[in-house]
């Protein structure tokens, strides 16, 4: 492992924002925290919305500077990209920021029952080939159903035709309620944003401006970002979408293909 990412890994165990418990930590150890995080480290009665697989925390610090009166929690696996924004937030006193490290697998292990209001998904791993990797899968809707207050908000935000168009398709099968979507955020081209069914706001639009790491990089190839919203009500039992979609051949740009297959469910 580099120098870097060891100094990186033990300045996060001094911080005071991040709570470290991968699998291996949290099978010895129960997570005492579990429902009460607004009262034992917000210290308030704020929402709570969530960045899975925040990476370096783009979404997370940037929502937490833009709304004061709600409490953020960034959540990766990877220690290294946590510690940018947990520094970040640290060094802006941020007080309505934290981090968790752990796998996202396991997430309902560390929310109580309506604890979390919305979740940010932010340009995820489409995972093509398992769909019970995949974050906006009914395996992942119906964990974080668990912990959020019924029709709570989802956003997805991603380069990834096949991501979105899984998540479509998942949405429309399982009739939720979408509050937006379009296939081309940044687009300044009125039809396109005339398919819209809602208009997005001054604020919202400053919000999805914001560019994450892995964003930056599909923009600089000339890919589409695209963005949904929807709600997750808890009287829905969900039911995987049985379709075959096109997998996302740029995916495995530089990288030889691991099957003969273009398609995947
Ligand atoms: C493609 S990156 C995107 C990072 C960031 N959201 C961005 O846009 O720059 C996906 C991130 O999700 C994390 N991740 C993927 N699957 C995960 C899982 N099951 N549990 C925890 N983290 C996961 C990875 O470690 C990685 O940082």
Known sequence: MSKGKLEKFAAL???KNVF???????SEVAFDMKGKWREQYFHNDNPIVLELG????EYTVGLAREYPNINFIGVDIKGARIYTGAKQALEEGLDNVAFLRTSIEIIDRFFGKDEVQEIWLTFSDPQMKNVHKRLTSTFFMDRYKRFMVDGGIVHLKTDSNFL?????YMIKVNKLPILYRTENLYSNDLDEAAKANVKIDEKTR???GIHTYYENQ????GLNIKYMKFNLPHKTSLVEPNIEIKLDDYRSYKR???SGLDKSK
Not at 54 to 57: E, F, R, Y
Not at 164 to 168: A, I, K, L, M, V
Not at 218 to 221: T, Y
Request: positive net charge; glycine residues 6%; aromatic residues 20%.
């Open 218 to 221: 599909w923009i600089e190839r």
């Open 206 to 208: 400053e919000i999805l």
């Open 20 to 26: 470290q418990y991968p699998f291996s930590v949290i």
């Open 164 to 168: 979105f168009t899984y998540t479509t």
């Open 54 to 57: 925040c990476g370096k925390g």
């Open 256 to 258: 030889p293909k691991r």
């Open 13 to 15: 165990e001094t911080f």
